[in-house]
């Protein structure tokens, strides 16, 4: 691929102040005396000082695919390999005169608790961090390495919501300051200031702008400093369809808590978003698209395989979210910001297998063989096409004596052809059953 790379800019005043009142005509949001292009610019000027920056690119191949002007904003080049860094330090600098000896503490799914770590080493701040048991070893590694001996990591639970509990805790108990990943006004002018270097980069704003969701204090940001300049950006977010706590807060009107069915965007799956950023989504954001984890897979993969990408299932989303996206950007300049790259090799396994499921190209069924001579050679013969390729291929049920039970997954070359194939199944005279993606079995195996 050939890029086209836009270097990071220094801030300006080139775009002026808005009142622009809140879409519906009613007054302008609560958060806005809180979260503003000022509180922004001032987050920029803070993490100048310290090279926060990140490039603009071009995508040729996501251009000619969407037949629009794609960029993809780097976050993924940070220090910590995400955008987390911008809110982390915009908060701990502020607050750094006034913290008492235990510092501050944070929940995080892994990137925050990077980007706290790292504001802590080059602040002289003592941090400690509350990670879900489940977070990926690559995250929790690099935590560890960026915070040296100034950050304690510690663990609770399974989800970010059972780390945020425990770092409200020790909070409470110690008196160290919580630095929130998205719902505090100066972690999301922090995030905001994303979007103002985009419009700087740009020389104008984009289009469309399309942004990932967790707890929402990145679109929240990006949302504002948008709106305060007066453009006419629409903004839509990305959501993992297996954690959809922001749209579910949006039909209710406030911060809901949702279960979460599928934590594989780890960096994005959150039971509870933000209630600045619900407010504000609310007011300024056209849409939030669900996006299906097997499609963040397929992203991933075409980002790395492509474009020499190594992006994490998070800061894939926006790019995932543009078949969403497709029938509003045609001809428009489009931004995706790219929020994260850490990634860890050893979910290129999962990764591929969710793609391959997404694609319909990869399937399982149980198989009841009669035990007797020449019943594999049978379903081989009888049900595969010439280009089906056996993956797995597990007997159950050894000791049952006229039949035997058998997992076999089958992966096609193209989609089209499960048709066939299940219609030479049913011929075949064998009791096949297929697993259907989503079935509680299914999830053993994907």
């Known amino acids: 691929m050939s890029a086209r790379v836009i270097p990071s800019a220094q801030p300006s005043d080139s775009f002026p102040h808005s009142t622009t009142a809140a879409p519906g005509g009613g007054a302008t949001g609560w958060w806005r005396d809180l979260v503003n292009i000022d509180t922004i610019r001032a987050a920029a000027e803070r993490l100048e000082t310290v090279g926060v920056r990140s490039p603009l690119q071009h995508n040729d191949r996501l251009s000619e695919r969407y037949g629009a002007d794609v960029f993809l904003k780097r976050e993924d080049l940070q220090a910590v390999r995400s955008y987390k860094i911008r809110g982390a330090y915009n908060f701990i600098a502020g607050q750094a005169d006034a913290l008492v000896p235990a510092g501050v503490v944070c929940a995080s799914a892994g990137n925050h608790a990077q980007g706290v770590a790292w504001s802590c080493r080059h602040l002289g701040v003592h941090g400690t961090v509350f990670l879900p048991r489940r977070t990926p070893r690559q995250k929790v590694e690099r935590i560890r390495t960026i915070g040296g001996d100034v950050v304690d990591v510690r663990f609770a639970g399974t989800t970010f919501d059972d780390a945020a509990a425990a770092a409200a805790e020790y909070a409470r108990t110690t008196g160290a300051t919580f630095v929130s990943a998205f719902d505090d006004p100066v972690t999301v002018s922090g995030q905001g200031t994303v979007m103002l270097e985009v ?3 740009l020389g104008g704003p984009p289009d469309v702008a399309l942004v990932p969701v967790g707890g929402g204090g990145l679109i929240a940001g990006s949302a504002v400093c948008l709106d305060e ?3 006419t950006t629409v903004v839509f977010g ?3 369809e297996g954690a959809p706590s922001m749209v579910r807060s949006l039909a209710e009107g406030r911060p809901v808590t949702i279960d979460i069915q599928d934590d594989f965007v780890d960096g994005a799956a959150v039971r509870t978003p933000g209630r600045i950023p619900v407010a504000v989504v609310g007011e300024l954001v056209k849409e939030i698209y669900l996006v299906p984890e097997g499609r963040v897979c397929t992203a991933l993969l075409d980002l790395y395989q492509q474009d020499g990408i190594v992006a994490e299932p998070a800061g ?3 790019i995932a979210a543009l078949d969403d996206a497709a029938p509003e950007i045609a001809d428009l300049t489009v931004v995706c910001i790219l929020s994260g790259g850490n990634n860890d090799v050893a979910r290129y396994d999962e990764i591929i297998e969710r793609d391959l499921v997404y694609r319909g190209l990869k399937h399982y069924f149980i198989v009841e063989l009669p ?10 013969d009888e049900c595969l096409g010439p ?5 797995l291929f597990d007997a159950l049920n050894r000791s049952r004596r006229e039949y035997g ?3 076999v997954g089958i992966e096609l070359a193209d989609r089209a052809d499960l048709a066939p194939l299940m219609e030479r199944m049913a011929s075949s005279g064998l009791q096949i059953e297929r697993l259907a993606p989503g079935s509680p079995a299914y999830r053993y195996l994907v």
């Open 199 to 201: 419009v700087e980069q």
């Open 371 to 380: 035990q007797q001579p020449g019943a594999l050679r049978r379903f081989l």
């Open 387 to 391: 280009h089906d390729d056996i993956t």
């Open 316 to 318: 894939a989303l926006s």
């Open 238 to 240: 990305a959501e993992p």
């Open 405 to 407: 039970a058998a997992l």
């Open 229 to 231: 300049l007066g453009s």
